[in-house]
């Protein structure tokens, strides 16, 4: 199979490959081995991104556009930017029970809105040139900007009982407000209604 991988396809391996390194970085963080891993975590997604508009340009620019780069494109995505930006919010502290609600309804809706971009592509495409021309809701990468205020919260000292917004208690367990970004992260990327151009 790797033998048939075009050039865009290692880029967006390398996206993936950013992907899980941040959530394995998270994970050491929390087990206490690595004090400085959300910062070092949170600066993987950028470069995931990075690779993921690469990918992208390279595969338009060699014409080597497939169905294997798109739905490695997508698996890649689901990575870098639901899981590990979701891992690395657990990891700062976004860690009560109503806050992994909040963190598995953004990846779910991470997970949706490829699967719709996937099955709407061909159709949202312009020209023959299949590129398509706007989003409907914000595309998954957007969730940088999360990965951003948690690594500003981490380089602050503002992780864990310190994390922005404090805590509230409902009912039986704990939601952290800095949660609340999730989901509209989430709600904005499963949206059609909303439309943003590609650039």
């Known amino acids: 199979m790797i033998r048939g991988f075009h050039l865009a396809d290692w880029f967006t391996m390398a996206n993936a490959f950013c992907g899980m390194g941040a959530v394995l970085i998270a994970m050491a963080y929390l087990s206490g081995e690595n004090p400085n891993g959300l910062l070092w975590g949170a600066a993987l ?3 995931a991104f990075a690779f993921d508009v690469l ?3 390279i595969a338009r620019w060699r014409q080597t556009q497939s169905a294997l780069g798109r739905e490695l494109d997508s698996l890649a995505d689901v990575i870098s930017f639901g899981v ?3 891992a690395l919010g657990f990891a700062a502290g976004l860690n009560g029970m109503w806050d992994a609600a909040v963190l598995v309804y953004f990846v779910a809706c991470g997970v949706s809105r490829l699967a719709r971009y996937n ?3 061909e159709a949202l495409a312009a020209d023959a040139s299949g590129k398509v021309k706007y989003f409907e809701g914000t595309p998954i990468p957007s969730s940088v900007i999360l990965v951003g205020i948690v690594a500003l919260a981490a380089w602050r000292g503002h992780t864990g ?3 922005y917004g404090g805590a509230w208690r409902l009912g039986p367990a704990v939601l952290h407000p800095l949660a609340l970004l999730y989901a509209l992260s989430g709600s904005l990327m499963i949206s059609k209604t909303l439309r943003i151009p590609k650039l």
């Open 45 to 47: 997604v950028p470069v």
């Open 55 to 57: 990918d992208g340009r």
């Open 161 to 163: 009982a310190d994390i």
């Open 84 to 86: 590990a930006p979701a």
């Open 119 to 121: 099955i709407t592509a």
